[in-house]
Structure formats: structure tokens, C-alpha cells
């Protein structure tokens, strides 16, 4: 799965309720709102791989970077 795959992929798990929460206590717009469930499941999918999860934390969204420790 190409980087650009999983960001689609984090994008299409957007909720609305998540984003407000995660801005409320400071993680900043530049976030989608996924669940922590559907990074998991997500990181399940991909596996261990180390240079997606370097690509991932260079776009510095939030998802981004939690699905990179998750990889």
C-alpha cells in the first residue's frame, strides 16, 4: 500500500465528533478525526513496514503520525 493509498484510506474514515474532540484538547487542524479502532485495523492491514511509516510521519497530520507508531 503506497503512501498516498493510506491517506486516502484515513480520509475516507473521517468522523466529524473525533475531529472536534481531538481539536478541542490541541491536536490542531491538520488531523481528519479516524478512530483509534480504525488505525488499528488500518495498521493491521499494512503490517510492519518501515518506510511508509517514515513517509507517514513526514506529512505531519495527526493520523499520519499514529499510524506511523502503529507500523
Known amino acids: 500500500m503506497t503512501v ?5 484510506e484515513l480520509k475516507s474514515r473521517v468522523n466529524e ?13 491538520n488531523q481528519f478525526g479516524v ?6 485495523s488500518l495498521a493491521k492491514t499494512i503490517k510492519t513496514n518501515h518506510q511508509p511509516a517514515l513517509a507517514l510521519w513526514e ?4 493520523e499520519a503520525r499514529l499510524l506511523a507508531t502503529l507500523l
Open 59 to 62: 506529512t505531519e497530520n495527526a
Open 17 to 29: 465528533k473525533v475531529r472536534a474532540y481531538n481539536i478541542k484538547f490541541g491536536a490542531g487542524s
Open 4 to 8: 498516498s493509498e493510506i491517506i486516502t
Open 35 to 40: 478512530k483509534m479502532g480504525d488505525h488499528r
